[in-house]
T-cell receptor
Framework: GQQVMQIPQYQHVQEGEDFTTYCNSSTTLSNIQWYKQRPGGHPVFLIQLVKSGEVKKQKRLTFQFGEAKKNSSLHITATQTTDVGTYFCAGPSESNTGKLIFGQGTTLQVKP | DGGITQSPKYLFRKEGQNVTLSCEQNLNHDAMYWYRQDPGQGLRLIYYSQIVNDFQKGDIAEGYSVSREKKESFPLTVTSAQKNPTAFYLC?????????????FGPGTRLTVT
């Protein structure tokens, strides 16, 4: 079945270092979404990418959607302790676009 | 103040008991979802509903039931048939109007069954 995979599963960085998480889909996606879940919290929508090769920035966060629309990445420049949490990518299901298929998430720990 | 509410935040039950988790939204969203999250895991879809009086099974529906009698409400019942019910349960909703179809999540209910 359709799968969305993320790597790495965990990442520990020193504050100020950069961080990247990668998302790969088994199928071509019409769009990809990214969510952040703080420890003990709930997922919060960050962004949606739609176009092939699209790059969007939100302050220190850079999101990319691959040319083939099967992969995506989230890069954080100069991490801060407020970046701690789990980052999920998600794409619409082929069988029902009302459903999202979530990746397993990448948990980021930042040492001050 | 629009949003999704889930209650209670923490719930404790004995094995063999059914338990119903509440989810209410005032965002006027058509679609609603229930996910289960286990420690260190991603989100697994239990049930979803795209319109009132209609719902579909997700990937892990066994041992769960839902109803969607009102647009605002999508309660989830964890039955005694669910073999491993202890988990974090998240409810979400989504607008049917584009162009962005993000899901809005409630604060979640942590269910512990002993």
């Amino acid at each position: 079945g359709q799968q969305v995979m993320q790597i790495p599963q965990y990442q520990h960085v020193q504050e100020g270092e950069d961080f990247t998480t990668y998302c790969n889909s088994s199928t071509t996606l019409s769009n990809i979404q990214w969510y952040k879940q703080r420890p003990g919290g709930h997922p919060v929508f960050l962004i949606q990418l739609v176009k092939s090769g699209e790059v969007k920035k939100q302050k220190r966060l850079t999101f990319q959607f691959g040319e083939a629309k099967k992969n995506s990445s989230l890069h954080i420049t100069a991490t801060q302790t407020t970046d701690v949490g789990t980052y999920f990518c998600a794409g619409p299901s082929e069988s029902n676009t009302g459903k999202l298929i979530f990746g397993q998430g990448t948990t980021l720990q930042v040492k001050p | 103040d629009g949003g999704i509410t889930q209650s209670p935040k923490y719930l404790f039950r004995k094995e063999g008991q059914n338990v119903t988790l509440s989810c209410e939204q005032n965002l006027n969203h058509d679609a609603m979802y229930w996910y289960r999250q286990d420690p260190g895991q991603g989100l697994r879809l239990i049930y979803y509903s795209q319109i009132v009086n209609d719902f579909q099974k997700g990937d892990i529906a066994e041992g769960y039931s839902v109803s969607r009698e009102k647009k605002e409400s999508f309660p989830l019942t964890v039955t005694s048939a669910q073999k491993n019910p202890t988990a974090f349960y998240l409810c979400a909703s989504r607008s049917s109007r584009g162009p962005i179809y993000e899901q809005y999540f409630g604060p979640g209910t942590r269910l512990t069954v002993t």
